[in-house]
């Protein structure tokens, strides 16, 4: 490692609550000015911190690994592809964070082959060949593993943007299951295989059975709730929080301690709604909370932002000149969570350059908040409130 950004902010904005609330205060890191299509937020070497991979299109994908005076940024810069999203496991069980990247396929009309990054001994990531999840065909987007057939050995669920090739292959969402002690990965056919959707994706137990569930966001039709059936497929449920819905993107997380996953959705852009898992039936069929949005949303993360112990909902907004201008005048939201349950809007007040592309949390309280697209490189931040935060919402 050899460069370092210092926790020095940049910049300390106001933050004013629309609810009439005081102005809370948050710190704008800088982290690096780079393209981004996706992130792969993970603990990499193993010392209890979140460390930082935003990952798209650019010449030298790279890590920032966490310190206690900030990020420092990995001497290994990854070889340039057409590399999209990526997702971070112990894909050997070595005790070693490892990643999986999707490769595009030259708009989807040539060849591109997922890679595999192993963690060696030493720190150093090494790419391995004859993985079998290497989707030649696939116009890959975004991966995520899970453990599909709950035998503790990370799977792999790639989402891929269809198109129609003019060599016959198909450009599909595929699973791969892990084999040979995660050295190999196998396709499973399921009801996951197919055009169903690349937007998001996401892992979680939603019927508390104990194994890992899929929920994918279609950015041409509707999304997807899909249940393990524990017998190597999945059941799809449409609850109402799915019927009607377009989701720009969407999250599982317990927001009300009760220990079931509950649904965050970004509808349409437009609104931010909140569906408790009720545990049984459909799962998602009463709607808690409705946040409406002045702008576009195109990503959302939930943390405990302000410390005060409840469930806080960051969404990334970008106006919708921001493509051709390159300066984002659309202020992000943060819904805070309240004791009763609910959320009060708050709104950043901000004028970044680059697009808001996508947010990630860190340790459970910071928000990574990505600027830059797989077209234009742009400012990504590491946002921070302060632990004395929590006093000035504590009776909320």
């Given at each position: 490692?050899?460069?370092?950004?210092?926790?020095?902010?940049?910049?300390?904005?106001?933050?004013?609550?629309?609810?009439?609330?005081?102005?809370?205060?948050?710190?704008?890191?800088?982290?690096?000015?780079?393209?981004?299509?996706?992130?792969?937020?993970?603990?990499?070497?193993?010392?209890?911190?979140?460390?930082?991979?935003?990952?798209?299109?650019?010449?030298?994908?790279?890590?920032?690994?966490?310190?206690?005076?900030?990020?420092?940024?990995?001497?290994?810069?990854?070889?340039?592809?057409?590399?999209?999203?990526?997702?971070?496991?112990?894909?050997?069980?070595?005790?070693?964070?490892?990643?999986?990247?999707?490769?595009?396929?030259?708009?989807?009309?040539?060849?591109?082959?997922?890679?595999?990054?192993?963690?060696?001994?030493?720190?150093?990531?090494?790419?391995?060949?004859?993985?079998?999840?290497?989707?030649?065909?696939?116009?890959?987007?975004?991966?995520?593993?899970?453990?599909?057939?709950?035998?503790?050995?990370?799977?792999?669920?790639?989402?891929?943007?269809?198109?129609?090739?003019?060599?016959?292959?198909?450009?599909?969402?595929?699973?791969?299951?892990?084999?040979?002690?995660?050295?190999?990965?196998?396709?499973?056919?399921?009801?996951?295989?197919?055009?169903?959707?690349?937007?998001?994706?996401?892992?979680?137990?939603?019927?508390?059975?104990?194994?890992?569930?899929?929920?994918?966001?279609?950015?041409?039709?509707?999304?997807?709730?899909?249940?393990?059936?524990?017998?190597?497929?999945?059941?799809?449920?449409?609850?109402?929080?799915?019927?009607?819905?377009?989701?720009?993107?969407?999250?599982?997380?317990?927001?009300?301690?009760?220990?079931?996953?509950?649904?965050?959705?970004?509808?349409?852009?437009?609104?931010?709604?909140?569906?408790?898992?009720?545990?049984?039936?459909?799962?998602?069929?009463?709607?808690?909370?409705?946040?409406?949005?002045?702008?576009p949303g195109k990503s959302l993360t939930v943390g405990d932002f302000n410390h005060d112990g409840r469930p806080d909902i960051y969404v990334a907004l970008a106006d919708k000149s921001c493509k051709n201008t390159l300066h984002d005048q659309a202020d992000d939201v943060v819904f805070w969570g309240r004791k009763d349950g609910l959320w009060d809007k708050g709104q950043l007040e901000q004028g970044?350059?680059?697009?808001?592309?996508?947010?990630?949390?860190?340790?459970?309280?910071?928000?990574?908040?990505?600027?830059?697209?797989?077209?234009?490189?742009?400012?990504?931040?590491?946002?921070?409130?302060?632990?004395?935060?929590?006093?000035?919402?504590?009776?909320?």
């Amino acid at each position: 490692m050899k460069h370092r950004i210092t926790r020095l902010a940049l910049s300390i904005i106001s933050l004013a609550l629309v609810s009439g609330f005081a102005p809370m205060t948050y710190q704008a890191q800088l982290l690096e000015i780079a393209k981004g299509f996706g992130t792969a937020v993970a603990d990499y070497n193993a010392d209890g911190h979140d460390d930082v991979f935003v990952t798209g299109h650019d010449q030298q994908d790279h890590i920032w690994y966490w310190t206690a005076n900030g990020y420092e940024e990995a001497e290994q810069k990854l070889e340039h592809v057409d590399r999209h999203d990526c997702d971070a496991a112990d894909v050997d069980r070595d005790g070693r964070m490892d990643f999986y990247c999707a490769v595009g396929a030259e708009k989807g009309q040539g060849i591109g082959l997922n890679e595999l990054w192993m963690q060696q001994a030493d720190g150093i990531f090494v790419k391995t060949a004859h993985h079998g999840a290497e989707d030649r065909y696939g116009s890959s987007r975004r991966p995520i593993f899970f453990d599909f057939n709950h035998d503790g050995w990370p799977d792999i669920y790639m989402t891929d943007e269809w198109h129609d090739r003019t060599d016959g292959h198909e450009s599909i969402n595929r699973l791969f299951v892990s084999s040979q002690r995660g050295q190999h990965f196998d396709e499973v056919q399921t009801i996951a295989t197919g055009s169903i959707g690349w937007g998001c994706v996401a892992k979680g137990d939603i019927d508390g059975d104990g194994w890992d569930d899929l929920l994918i966001c279609n950015d041409d039709g509707p999304s997807s709730l899909l249940l393990n059936n524990r017998a190597g497929d999945f059941k799809s449920i449409t609850p109402p929080a799915v019927v009607g819905k377009h989701w720009i993107w969407a999250q599982l997380q317990d927001l009300n301690q009760d220990g079931q996953l509950d649904l965050i959705s970004l509808v349409d852009g437009t609104a931010v709604e909140v569906w408790l898992n009720s545990g049984n039936g459909q799962y998602f069929e009463n709607r808690l909370f409705v946040g409406k949005l002045a702008q576009p949303g195109k990503s959302l993360t939930v943390g405990d932002f302000n410390h005060d112990g409840r469930p806080d909902i960051y969404v990334a907004l970008a106006d919708k000149s921001c493509k051709n201008t390159l300066h984002d005048q659309a202020d992000d939201v943060v819904f805070w969570g309240r004791k009763d349950g609910l959320w009060d809007k708050g709104q950043l007040e901000q004028g970044y350059d680059g697009c808001g592309h996508e947010v990630q949390t860190l340790d459970g309280d910071k928000v990574l908040l990505v600027n830059g697209t797989s077209k234009k490189p742009g400012p990504n931040y590491v946002l921070s409130w302060s632990q004395n935060q929590a006093a000035e919402t504590a009776d909320r």
